[in-house]
């Protein structure tokens, strides 16, 4: 490895307390760590004071202000471009089935003023695409948005290396494994809430308090408003329980979302909604064992005058070796998101995944986390010089014959091409390819499919998606 390019080795930590596995391991990222953050602000170039060889790019990462408190400047940028290939007839949707080239570009710029006390971060995006002929989707293209901008207060915690804060302003979040609060990486705009959040150490415990409201996308330049109707809250705790050998945490949360509109069978109308879980997490220091990734929670509330009891629960075990400087991840991962039991029952059972990453299922988000059975057998290789091949597959069901299945939005997929006595909703092969010959730039090939079953009729046509990704960081 070039040290003068991978001089960070520090890693920086989020909600999990892991060494952010869970953020930089999403699909295109895997190698991100090397150097950079998937979310920037968790960037880490304080080792920089003491670093006496400083090439142009680093200096763009530590431009002292103030030496004696040590105060420094710190920008950067990523740059993301796509092409895409779609066969779609969308759920039915469209009268013949379409296929599609499209380019997408992606640009965010940040400027972070660093102190060991103190903290403000700033972030623009502009995102548009080209040749789409499916329907717009109001989450790939904004002319020009105010993405990030918030003020951080510290608190080192000397004795333990931690560091308790207070964030407020617009700001991107992660929490936990990212199936009830992550980004939205895979579209072209990024998702940011205005709010407020607290991370408070107690020794080795940790707490999360924060409160949300998710930024709505408007496509023009500067017009994103402040402070939407979807509210969202809650405390995310992380207990350690791990030795030197073994990282283990035990995770428990609650999390509130109050959405001035929420669409399923039964119910169009305001959602008030708790969810309350717990995850167990657990990484392997060897060059070989096990890793799992065990989750469950339950919801309750009302909407629309509705009660609300819908639940889900997630399992991921890998099983992994070294040999040659070659990493190899064989894993298996079964879900349970509940479905609605009956129709205009006077109860909702269809969970709500709340603002999750979508990419747990395939490549490609072809449904969203309701009303779903799955089965996901996967397949990595870690090759020296930053390259990693992934083949997973997920098999879905229907959780639930009496509900319908869910767009990656949440909203529901009605028709009457679809059989509703049956459940086996398909199976979705995906297969991926990363590059990354430095820290700054990477590539990604991917293809993801969904071959149709039962539940859909016997002309509905199966979906492909082929893309080439470049990714470009300083």
Do not use: C
Not at 15 to 21: A, M, Y
Not at 53 to 70: A, D
Request: glycine share 6%.
């Amino acid at each position: 490895m070039n040290a003068s390019l991978f001089a960070q080795e520090m890693k920086a930590q989020d909600s999990t307390g892991l060494e952010q596995f869970d953020v930089n391991d999403i699909h295109g990222q895997l190698f991100i760590s090397r150097r950079f953050n998937i979310i920037r602000y968790l960037d880490r170039f304080d080792y920089l004071r003491t670093n006496e060889k400083i090439n142009f790019w680093e200096r763009l990462k530590f431009i002292p202000i103030h030496k004696k408190t040590n105060t420094y400047l710190s920008i950067g940028g990523d740059v993301r471009t796509r092409f895409d290939y779609f066969k779609t007839d969308n759920f039915d949707a469209l009268p013949t089935p379409t296929e599609e080239y499209r380019y997408d570009q992606r640009l965010m710029l940040h400027v972070a003023i660093r102190h060991k006390y103190f903290g403000v971060f700033s972030q623009v995006l502009t995102a548009w695409r080209a040749g789409n002929d499916l329907p717009d989707s109001p989450v790939d293209a904004d002319d020009l948005a105010l993405h990030q901008l918030f003020f951080i207060l510290k608190y080192p915690h000397e004795s333990t290396g931690k560091q308790s804060y207070l964030r407020i302003g617009r700001q991107e979040a992660f929490i936990g494994s990212g199936r009830l609060f992550a980004i939205r990486e895979d579209p072209n705009v990024r998702r940011s809430y205005d709010g407020a959040r607290s991370n408070i150490f107690i020794n080795r415990f940790k707490a999360d308090l924060f409160y949300f409201r998710e930024v709505p996308i408007e496509p023009n330049a500067l017009d994103n408003d402040w402070l939407s109707d979807r509210e969202l809250f809650g405390i995310y705790t992380t207990t350690p329980l791990h030795n030197q050998e073994n990282r283990l945490n035990l995770e428990l949360y609650h999390a509130g979302i109050n959405h001035w509109e929420n669409f399923n069978q039964d119910v169009i109308d305001e959602d008030e909604r708790q969810t309350v879980g717990a995850r167990l997490v657990h990484r392997h220091n060897h060059d070989r064992g096990f890793d799992f990734d065990l989750e469950a929670n339950y919801q309750f509330g009302s909407a629309g005058g509705i009660d609300i009891n819908a639940y889900s629960v997630s399992t991921d075990i890998e099983y992994f070796w070294n040999i040659n400087q070659k990493e190899h991840r064989l894993g298996l991962e079964a879900n349970i998101f509940s479905g609605d039991r009956q129709a205009n029952d006077g109860e909702s059972n269809t969970y709500n995944p709340l603002n999750p990453a979508l990419g747990f299922l395939s490549r490609t988000p072809f449904f969203n986390f309701s009303n779903l059975i799955t089965v996901n057998p996967s397949y990595r290789l870690l090759l020296p010089k930053g390259i990693a091949v992934t083949s997973e597959t997920a098999f879905a069901w229907r959780q639930n014959t009496s509900d319908v299945i869910y767009s990656p939005p949440g909203l529901p997929y009605f028709g009457n091409t679809y059989n509703n006595e049956n459940s086996y909703v398909g199976f979705i092969p995906s297969i991926e390819l990363e590059w990354a010959p430095s820290a700054f730039l990477s590539f990604e090939l991917f293809y993801s499919g969904l071959f149709k079953g039962n539940y859909f009729s016997g002309d509905s046509q199966n979906q492909h998606n082929m893309a080439f990704i470049t990714y470009l960081r300083f």
